[in-house]
């Protein structure tokens, strides 16, 4: 149990502009569960841009770069992949860099201005970033829920917020009731037939598979990005 750490819970734009100290910018529907299957499957690094010009910008200047990323869920037009964990599972990207952009998540990382430390939050990796924490001891933890295009709260960014604290206060977590609530609210929309080729109802799986894997992601900004790197 940690007693003396002061644990935050923001949510959506302005909650990562308030953040500070070691900061986890939450998207589990679906930036930060994706990019945890992309880092998995072997990518380099992941720039993480907040604007569209930004990464078209960075393809003309790097023709090897690939794009991935989606505004109102839908996949970009010029880009290579969506934001889905399905779209990118067999997908050997070994030694490649990716550029990716989304309405939520990573709009949270670029502006998380005041925070020391971001690295980013999911359930695939909960227990990973429960271990960094505890290992790196910080006097101030800032948990952002970066919602449904960071317009309102959802539940899956807002559970694994108070999963994230509950775990590091010691109090016991339902991830099971947890998921039930989840599907029955914010990820109905993952099987809905008519959105399986944006949104697929294997995403909801994918991004609620607890613990998959066993590393954090870190985001260092630079200017109007993120470089985001796997960290064991």
């Not at 990118?88 to 952009?101: C, E, P, Q, W, Y």
């Not at 959802?154 to 590091?168: G, K, P, S």
């Not at 099971?176 to 909801?204: C, L, W, Y």
């Amino acid at each position: 149990m940690i007693n003396t750490m002061k644990i935050n819970i923001y949510h959506l734009k302005e909650g990562a502009l308030k953040a500070g100290g070691l900061t986890v910018i939450i998207d589990v529907f679906r930036a930060f569960s994706l990019e945890c299957y992309a880092f998995h499957n072997g990518a380099k690094e992941i720039l993480a841009v907040g604007e569209l010009k930004t990464a078209f910008a960075l393809k003309k200047e790097h023709p090897e770069y690939i794009l991935l990323g989606e505004r109102n869920e839908m996949i970009i037009s010029g880009f290579d992949y969506g934001n889905s964990p399905t779209q990118i599972l067999s997908v050997d990207l070994r030694k490649k860099t990716l550029v990716h952009t989304t309405s939520s998540g990573t709009q949270g990382l670029v502006n998380a201005v005041n925070a020391t430390e971001i690295i980013t939050g999911s359930f695939v990796n909960a227990g990973a970033i429960l271990k960094y924490i505890r290992l790196k001891q910080p006097d101030r933890v800032s948990l952002v829920c970066m919602g449904y295009a960071s317009l309102y709260p959802v539940e899956e960014d807002t559970f694994c917020a108070e999963y994230i604290r509950n775990e590091l206060l010691g109090i016991k977590n339902d991830f099971k009731k947890m998921k039930e609530v989840i599907r029955q609210t914010s990820g109905m929309r993952f099987f809905d037939k008519d959105k399986q080729d944006h949104a697929p109802s294997n995403d909801f799986d994918l991004c609620l598979d607890l613990n998959r894997f066993d590393f954090i992601i870190r985001a260092e900004r630079k200017d109007d990005l993120a470089v985001m790197k796997k960290h064991c």
